[in-house]
């Protein structure tokens, strides 16, 4: 029975070091996206002053280690092999909880997790005992469970949300008031005010919560409480001093210290408080393991009240776990894709929204603009104008008169992020309320955002949808985490070692899943087929590029194509959904071509204001073709998908024909964009479109005669003419793109 346990304690070690992977690679965001956003510090810099936290901050963790021992359940009242199920329904359910959201890019925080899992694994085994026991009700679930410990932390889930939002959104709109988006001069008076401000806060959170908890605190602890307020009187006054000398005697940027000491300190206190999340649970499983083993007694019979008892954790085991931490950092490609969501949603510009606007998004979008226009009309006119010349971007001339707007994710948001997350962490962290750094970090960013006015009319409901969804994933978090670990701990108890190595497979398995669904993904992303906005500033710049794009589109059509007419006379529904998916794909492409358009213009020269002309034509062109091309796919799909009659013989051999002319034609077009060959437009293209589209008549004529003779399913003759037809408009438009290459090339010859 022993070896059982062993075995067990061994999985755990093996789920803490990849739930150290997962988690780090869903954290890294807390402190990686103010520095990331406004590229204020080399990327390389970043992640060493992360890496220099993170490592630091998990040597320094052992004191919160309690929490996933004593935390959230009464040790006393559960056996060792009860304890050891606990841990082990926990532990599995963490780790595939945390990837799946990784995979989705959303940010989520695994101290919610983590706890909630060790919460509903402990409901389901005192329901367990309870349901085995003549005396006990279920009232007595109670005496199992800490319940003030979990209502502490779903109204701090709450608060956290609502509090950093507000107070991330007051303090950029009065630091914007200050500096405006010009603050170059005024950084020169107030930069050394707001830097010894920020500093402060930072450096008062790196050591009241960045250090709190650790085993050295109590070192410190005499000089630190009581004392508060002249720690921050002195530091203040400290930092605003050496700020001044760094920038009058240094001549150097204040926020760049800033931005490098709020990451390094969010980092610190990211692994001192967090690694708890990840390493916890399968170090109160070794200690329950060392004192069974010693005790001699059963394991049925062994009550866990040793976890009551205060025990430090191994150094080594920190040390180990904080190398892990930082390789996982460094080259954590799903890191990078949870960074990329919160800096999407709170980036000053424009480009393509990762969500998609709801009902409630509008909704929410709608309310607030009527606050803002009857706030205007309240205020004096003259206020107004002021407040909104604060906000007016900034403009850097490209040439002799034109412009384009700075991206405004610049420092100062930056540092506010990081200052104002580190001041509502150490209030909070006094207070001894229970918060998310994951919460806190994330709906700061998204305040500091919408004060500075980043959600626009254009983005606003985008964003807004993205906040709503991200906030709906982390109360989602907490209740799958309390039902999936609860069930876990119940299947463990019904099925045992066997149920355990089921369980385990079925973890590996679908991380292995994850893990290869993530990287065709990436993969998809960067493939060689992808379309790519042009940034040439001259007409032959865009020739040059754009005739790439519709080489790449109309190979893809010919694919899309073949898999769509082949799937319907096959009645091949797999087939004909790969061909759909595969058309809505290069309809977003071509979707964020168009949306790229109004940069284009702003970027070209004066001299080539031309090129942007023909870059619209070519452009609506192109997403003609892919949308006759997505019309025949989806409406094929449709029809096979609905169990409709399948195409006749004839008319298979007439779609067979035709598609095969198509395909000939569109890899020929292809090839000239390809080489560059445009002179090979005329005559060998356009002759070849006649004699296409004359056969595409044919087969209408042919079936409208089969409709008034033999044709018995209208669903059958609608669906063959509308691929007819479109065919025939996905022609004419790959022509109207033939004649605009074609027409262009012979103006540049002259």
């Given at each position: ?136 009700t279920f009232s007595d679930l109670f005496t199992y469970i800490n319940t003030e410990k979990a209502f502490q932390i779903i109204s701090g889930i709450l608060l956290s949300i609502l509090i950093a ?250 540092s506010v992020n990081l200052m104002v997350a580190g001041v509502l962490i150490s209030i909070a962290t006094s207070m001894k309320l229970p918060l998310s750094t994951t919460y806190v970090t994330f ?308």
């Open positions: 029975m022993e070896n059982i346990y062993f075995i067990m304690i061994v999985a755990l070690v093996v789920l803490a070091v990849a739930d150290l992977v997962v988690g780090v690679s869903n954290d890294a965001v807390n402190f990686l996206n103010s520095a990331i956003g406004s590229k204020a510090i080399p990327f390389k810099t970043i992640m060493i002053v992360a890496s220099l936290g993170i490592f630091i901050g998990a040597v320094f963790s052992s004191g919160m280690m309690e929490v996933a021992r004593k935390g959230i359940f009464v040790p006393g009242e559960f056996m060792f092999n009860e304890i050891m199920i606990i841990f082990m329904a926990v532990m599995i359910t963490d780790i595939l909880l945390l990837d799946f959201f990784n995979t989705l890019g959303m940010p989520t925080s695994t101290t919610v997790s983590i706890v909630f899992e060790l919460l509903g694994a402990a409901v389901a085994m005192a329901l367990i005992k309870i349901g085995a026991s003549d005396s006990q939002f507000s107070v991330g959104t007051l303090v950029q709109y009065v630091s914007r008031l200050i500096f405006s988006f010009h603050y170059d001069k005024k950084v020169k008076y107030l930069g050394a005010l707001f830097g010894g401000g920020a500093l402060t806060a930072i450096t008062y959170f790196i050591f009241m919560k960045g250090l709190k908890g650790t085993p050295y605190y109590n070192d410190i602890k005499g000089m630190l409480e009581g004392n508060e307020i002249m720690i921050i009187f002195i530091s203040f006054v400290a930092w605003t001093i050496l700020s001044q000398i760094y920038m009058s005697v240094l001549k150097k940027n204040i926020f760049i210290p800033i931005i490098a000491i709020g990451t390094f300190g969010l980092a610190l206190a990211f692994a001192g408080n967090d690694l708890v999340n990840f390493i916890g649970v399968p170090m109160a499983a070794w200690h329950s393991y060392e004192a069974w083993i010693t005790s001699g007694i059963d394991a049925t019979a062994f009550s866990m009240k040793v976890l009551d008892k205060k025990v430090p954790t191994e150094p080594l085991l920190l040390f180990l776990a904080g190398g892990i931490m930082v390789l996982t950092l460094w080259f954590s490609k799903k890191a990078h894709l949870v960074a990329d969501t919160e800096i999407g949603l709170s980036r000053q510009g424009e480009g393509a929204e990762k969500f998609k606007p709801n009902t409630l998004s509008r909704a929410v979008v709608r309310f607030t603009m009527l606050v803002f226009k009857y706030t205007n009309t309240v205020l004096p006119a003259s206020v107004v104008l002021k407040i909104d010349k604060q906000f007016q971007k900034p403009v850097v001339t490209v040439s002799k008169s034109k412009s384009h707007e700075l991206p405004a994710f610049d420092q100062i948001r930056a709906m700061v960013a998204m305040g500091t955002s919408l004060a500075d006015r980043a959600w626009g009319s254009d983005s606003a409901v985008y964003r807004v949808a993205g906040v709503l969804n991200v906030i709906g994933g982390w109360f989602g978090t907490a209740i799958i985490a309390f039902i999936a670990a609860g069930i876990m701990a119940l299947l463990i108890n019904l099925g045992g070692p066997t149920a355990i190595a089921v369980l385990l497979l079925l973890a590996i398995l679908l991380l292995a899943r994850n893990y290869i669904t993530h990287n065709k993904k990436t993969k998809e992303l960067k493939a060689e087929d992808r379309l790519s906005k042009a940034e040439g500033n001259s007409i032959q710049g865009v020739i040059e590029e754009s005739a790439d794009n519709i080489s790449k589109a109309l190979k893809r059509v010919c694919k899309i194509n073949d898999m769509t007419i082949k799937g319907l006379i096959n009645q091949d529904l797999v087939l004909l959904k790969k061909a759909k998916n595969n058309v809505n794909k290069l309809e977003t492409e071509i979707e964020d071509l168009q949306s790229e358009i109004f940069y284009f213009i702003k970027e070209l020269d004066d001299s080539y204001l031309a090129a942007s002309k023909f870059y619209i034509d070519v452009t609506g062109s192109l997403q003609d073709v892919a949308q006759s091309s997505s019309l025949i796919a989806k409406i094929s799909h449709k029809h096979v998908n609905n169990n409709h009659k399948a195409l006749k013989k004839k008319q298979a051999t007439e779609l067979l024909e035709v598609n095969n002319k198509l395909i000939d034609l569109l890899n020929d077009i292809s090839e000239i964009f390809d080489s560059r060959s445009f002179e090979k437009i005329v005559p060998e293209i356009l002759d070849r479109k006649v004699t296409l589209l004359n056969h595409l008549e044919e087969s209408i004529q042919l079936q409208v005669e089969r409709t008034r003779t033999e044709e018995s399913s209208p669903k059958n003759a609608t669906l063959y003419f509308i691929i007819l037809l479109e065919t025939k408009d996905l022609i004419k438009s790959n022509i109207e793109i033939l004649n605009l290459y074609y027409e262009k090339n012979e103006q540049l010859k002259n």
